[in-house]
Nanobody, 121 residues
Framework: QVQLVESGGGLVQAGGSLRLSCAASGRTFTNVDMGWYRQAPGKEREFVAMTRWSWRGYNSDYADSVKDRFTISRDNARNAVYLEMNSLDPKDTAIYCC????????????WGQGAQITVSS
């Protein structure tokens, strides 16, 4: 019943910024990990960013390729996760997918349909 819907994709010039949003439904997402992955044409899907829940709060992880340029955040009241992308490069062109990991009773990953990000030179 979990559903993830991305929005905010589009075309941007190199050096510009975009903000992706992911709206989640089907359950509460306060205590689950939420993140972003991307897949460029002809390449494998790769990790981008993840915000992880713990009893002591949240922490975020980033791929080296986007660290210091992208920022992940979440709004539990809105069941949403965001990805702020700055200093975009044509190499960032890809389909970006939101992902949620539910660990109970067994680990299950849910994926959105994806949002296209195209960075022009």
């Amino acid at each position: 019943q979990v559903q993830l819907v991305e929005s905010g994709g589009g075309l941007v010039q190199a050096g510009g910024s975009l903000r992706l949003s992911c709206a989640a439904s089907g359950r509460t997402f306060t205590n689950v990990d939420m993140g972003w992955y991307r897949q460029a044409p002809g390449k494998e899907r790769e990790f981008v960013a993840m915000t992880r829940w713990s009893w002591r709060g949240y922490n975020s992880d980033y791929a080296d390729s986007v660290k210091d340029r992208f920022t992940i955040s979440r709004d539990n009241a809105r069941n949403a996760v965001y990805l702020e992308m700055n200093s975009l490069d044509p190499k960032d062109t890809a389909i970006y997918c939101c992902s949620v990991r539910v660990t109970s009773p067994v680990p299950v990953d849910y994926w959105g349909q994806g949002a296209q990000i195209t960075v022009s030179s």
